[in-house]
Nanobody, 116 residues
Framework: QVQLVESGGGLVQAGGSLRLSCAASGVISSIYYMGWYRQAPGKQRELVADITSDGSTKLADSVAGRATITRDDAKDTVYLQMNGLKPEDTAVYYC??????????WGQGTQVTVSS
């Protein structure tokens, strides 16, 4: 059974930093795609950042220059480092993984709250 466990969320003041982690377990094939999405109250889920197995990354314009996504394939873990946090970054952050066989998995989400 595949599980994605996110951690690192919490309450932080504006201008602060957080590092989110998402560890996948039970995946029997290699992971091609790992991404972080977020959903604020009343809004649609949106891509924050993603990284593929060849190391290619993509960042949303809203976090460009403030966020870095990395992955550790030995641990099947993806990280999202966010600096200069703003109140508008407040959301539930979800991890998404796609294996090379095309299976999609989502984590349960971790709350990030940025106070002004």
């Amino acid at each position: 059974q595949v599980q994605l466990v996110e951690s690192g969320g919490g309450l932080v003041q504006a201008g602060g930093s957080l590092r989110l982690s998402c560890a996948a377990s039970g995946v029997i094939s290699s992971i091609y795609y790992m991404g972080w999405y977020r959903q604020a109250p009343g809004k649609q889920r949106e891509l924050v950042a993603d990284i593929t197995s060849d190391g290619s990354t993509k960042l949303a314009d809203s976090v460009a220059g403030r966020a870095t996504i990395t992955r550790d394939d030995a641990k099947d873990t993806v990280y999202l480092q966010m600096n200069g946090l703003k109140p508008e970054d407040t959301a539930v952050y979800y991890c998404n993984v796609i294996t090379i066989l095309g299976y999609h998995y989502w984590g349960q989400g971790t709350q990030v709250t940025v106070s002004s």
